[in-house]
Each structure stands twice: as structure tokens, then as C-alpha cells.
């Protein structure tokens, strides 16, 4: 079987995962991150039909509120995404220290694999069709021609 990855933009639903996976990484508490996860999936720049070169932004989190403040980035264009979530019930106050996670312009592969999500790939299995498959790489052991493309 012969394999070729594909640079294919980031759809919403990967932008999605990757902040609440940056955002589980940076230690914030399960319980916030799935309500931002809940407000993003509400957002129409997050459905799985839209696609984005790169996005970069920030997402910061304290005790009352969490900002998720993004530039999503297709084809020449930027579209904002700024959104304020006031924490209730039991998110409220938890955390000890604010939380300021930055978010920097990656390549969409590097940010898949950053972020545990399968790449795209070009399949081919003897004289049969080639066909498009999402292959997980470890996070630390991808190989430099999955990750390194320029946005």
C-alpha cells in the first residue's frame, strides 16, 4: 500500500478540537472545557463544511469567565471569532491563577498531529482506487514532510 499525505485546510470541527485539546493541555478544568466546546459547536465557523489555511488567537480563562478571541484565516481572508462565556454553577472560581493560552499559525497538519487528529492521506492498495484516510501519528513522532508545510 503507497501512502501520500495531503495538505488539506483544516475543516471547523478540527479548528474545534484542537482548542479544547490546546485547552486540556494547558490544564484548564474538564468541566470549562466542555462548555466552550458546546459554544463553538453553536458557531457557524466551526461546522465541519467550512476550511481554514491556519487560525491564531488566543483563549484565556479565569475565574468567572473564559475569551476565546480567534482570526480564522481561508483563501486571503480573515474571519474573527471573538466569543465571552461567563462560568456558572460549579466552573465558577476554581482556578487558582488565570490562564492565558496563545494560540500561533501552524501548517493544518502539524496541527493535527499537535493535537492527536488524523491526517489526511492518499491511499492506494495495489490496482484498486486510491481513496482518502485519516493516519494518526504520535504526537512527538511524525515525520518532518507530515508537518512542515508553509501558511
Do not use: C
Amino acid at each position: 500500500m503507497s501512502e501520500r499525505t495531503l495538505a488539506l485546510k483544516l475543516n471547523g470541527a478540527e479548528v474545534r478540537t484542537a482548542l479544547t485539546d490546546k485547552m486540556k493541555s494547558a490544564g484548564v478544568l474538564q468541566a470549562i472545557v466542555e462548555i466552550v466546546d458546546q459554544a463553538l459547536k453553536r458557531d457557524w465557523s466551526m461546522n465541519p463544511a467550512t476550511a481554514y489555511d491556519w487560525f491564531d488567537g488566543t483563549i484565556s480563562v479565569d475565574g468567572s469567565a473564559v475569551t476565546v478571541d480567534l482570526s480564522l484565516h481561508d483563501s486571503g481572508q480573515d474571519f474573527p471569532l471573538k466569543m465571552t462565556l461567563v462560568l456558572k454553577g460549579e466552573a465558577v472560581g476554581v482556578l487558582q491563577e488565570p490562564i492565558e493560552i496563545p494560540l500561533g499559525k501552524a501548517p493544518p497538519n502539524a496541527v493535527r498531529v499537535e493535537t492527536g487528529q488524523a491526517v489526511p492521506s492518499l491511499a492506494k492498495q495495489g490496482d484498486g482506487p486510491a481513496e482518502v484516510k485519516g493516519i494518526k501519528y504520535k504526537r512527538d513522532a511524525a515525520p518532518r514532510s507530515v508537518t512542515e508545510q508553509h501558511v
